[in-house]
């Protein structure tokens, strides 16, 4: 078996559904990678009995012949500002230290019911407000690539916790950039779904215009694994010659002033694409 830390959460789920995983076992490992890496404060809360506890009860369903559903037994790290009826939401400020919500947020919700884990409340910037995850009640978020590095924000608990081997999906949330800020600057994926294609009650408001909840994750399938939970939808996506795609480059806005070593970077990503079939248009 590869090592546990570093399975897709879709892989983890299909060893369980085999039995060749135990719930408690893929929580015990990744609790002991949050003990580890609690340097990076990537949690505000973290209950590990609270999560062995369901991690336990997912096997004893397990081994009487029953599946939870399609995440099951799998533990989620949540932003800290999406309402969980069993952890305190600060949405990362001192005022709301002590709030505990009577009821999961629908999102919250969904995962549970399909047989998800909560593993803990991860640290933001407070009220979301940022883009940094700078934290002046409950600390910094620091990058696991560099700890002297800021994560991106305000989602940056999240993607410090994928990033780290944590957790591979997990919950963050985006008004104008707290999911793909620090999903770009901790090297995981992100989605920000279309406004309202997920619920935004339970949510600590911004906008209603702009505000709502997405995941991170390690791997794209996974992405595909969130949404289809949220959503109910579990068709798979017609697939995409790249042939076909035609992708805008605008150089002026993206590239002036940009650090050589990321200008190499997305160059040799560019040159793939093209590789691929993909045709690049100068936008500017």
Known sequence: MRDLLEISAGEAIALMRQGDLKAEAYAAALLDRCKAGRQLNAFITLAPDQVLEAARAADRRRAAGAFLGPLHGLPIPIKDSVNTADYPTTSGTAALRDFQPKDDAPVVRALRDAGGI???????????????????????????????????????????????????????????????????LCGVA???????????????????????????????????????????????????????????????????????????????????????????????
């Not at 409950?138 to 994560?151: E, M």
């Not at 924000?153 to 999240?158: F, L, N």
């Not at 590789?275 to 100068?282: D, N, S």
Request: glycine share 12%; charged share 20%; aromatic share 6%.
């Open 118 to 184: 909560v593993l803990g409340k991860t640290n933001l910037q407070e009220l979301s407000l940022g883009w940094t995850s700078t934290n002046l009640t409950f600390g910094p978020v620091k990058n696991a690539y560099d700890p002297a590095r800021i994560p991106g924000g305000s989602s940056g608990g999240t993607a410090v916790a994928i990033a780290s081997r944590m957790a591979p999906l997990g919950v963050a949330e985006d008004t104008c950039g707290s999911i793909r800020v620090p999903a770009a």
């Open 190 to 284: 992100g989605f920000r779904p279309t406004t309202s294609r997920y619920s935004p009650r339970g949510v600590m408001p911004l906008t209603s215009v702009f505000d709502t909840v997405g995941p991170h994750a390690r791997t794209v399938d996974d992405l595909a694994l969130f949404d289809s939970v949220i959503t109910g939808d579990f068709n798979a996506l017609r697939p995409i010659s790249p042939s076909g795609l035609r992708l805008g480059i605008s150089r002026a806005h993206y590239f002036t002033g940009l650090d050589p070593e990321a200008g190499r970077v997305a160059g040799e990503a560019l040159a793939r694409l093209r590789e691929a079939g993909v045709t690049l248009v100068e936008a500017d």
